[in-house]
């Protein structure tokens, strides 16, 4: 059974630096992972993709890495700001053609000011 | 705006009744929508798939008599928490995928569920 952990579980940290959360999975077959946002009592937002082929997907701040064989992504926010603030989830999709996601635990982010 | 909507946003019950909450795609069709449910600080937990005009297929734990799904048509997929408990009390989000090759996913805005 696929396993998904985040860590930290919680971060708080001053607006304008630069972080990195991760996020680990048990099962190296998959076919992609997501990183999603989730602002307090809201739906999610997907914010990046990577195939299982690739190695990194970017998108403005944004930065995410996978090192599938490891069973590792890491999503890197540059210069963050107090509007970052929000649990981030990575998710990982298994092969096939179900598009059943298992979720990762989940980082809480506080961006202050 | 949003592509999937969900409703209602909050709906608070008394114990031993049951709440429909439905899941609709806007602007596209969804053969498969999916039901999570979150615990406050948790992660999300699969609950069921809804396929359009068949029955859903719930995850291993998830009690179907208990969290009736229904895919009638392809723009809307409905939960209904039968007999609910305070234990059933939780916020409850479903999601759409979009595309032949299902990686896009909307999910809607989630429903908070209070048992009283």
């Known amino acids: 059974k696929q396993e998904v952990t985040q860590i930290p579980a919680a971060l708080s940290v001053p607006e304008g630096e630069n972080l990195v959360l991760n996020c680990s999975f048990t099962d190296s077959a998959i076919y992609n992972l997501q990183w999603f946002r989730q602002d307090p009592g809201k739906g999610l937002t997907s914010l990046l993709l990577?195939?299982?082929?690739?190695r990194e997907q970017t998108s403005g701040r944004l930065n995410a890495s996978l090192d599938k064989s490891s069973g590792r992504s890491t999503l890197y926010i540059a210069a963050s700001q107090p509007g970052d603030s929000a649990t981030y989830l990575c998710?990982?999709?298994?092969?096939?053609?179900?598009?059943?996601?298992?979720f990762g635990t989940g980082t809480r982010l506080q961006v202050t000011l | 705006g949003a592509v999937v909507s969900q409703h209602p946003s909050r709906v608070i019950c008394k114990s031993g009744t049951s709440v429909k909450i439905e899941c609709r795609s806007l602007?596209?069709?969804?053969?498969?929508m999916f039901w999570y449910r979150q615990f406050p600080k948790q992660s999300l937990m699969l609950m069921a798939t809804s396929n359009e005009g068949s029955k859903a297929t719930y995850e291993q734990g998830v009690e179907k008599d208990k969290f009736l799904i229904n895919h009638a048509s392809l723009t809307l997929s409905t939960l209904t928490v039968t007999s609910a408990h305070p234990e059933d009390s939780s916020f409850y989000i479903c999601?759409?995928?979009?595309?032949?090759?299902?990686?896009?996913?909307?999910f809607g805005e989630g429903s908070w569920l209070t048992v009283v």
């Open positions: 998710a990982v999709r298994p092969p096939g053609t179900a598009s059943k996601l298992t």
């Open positions: 990577i195939q299982s082929s690739q």
């Open positions: 999601s759409a995928t979009a595309g032949l090759d299902g990686n896009t996913i909307y």
């Open positions: 602007d596209f069709q969804a053969t498969t």
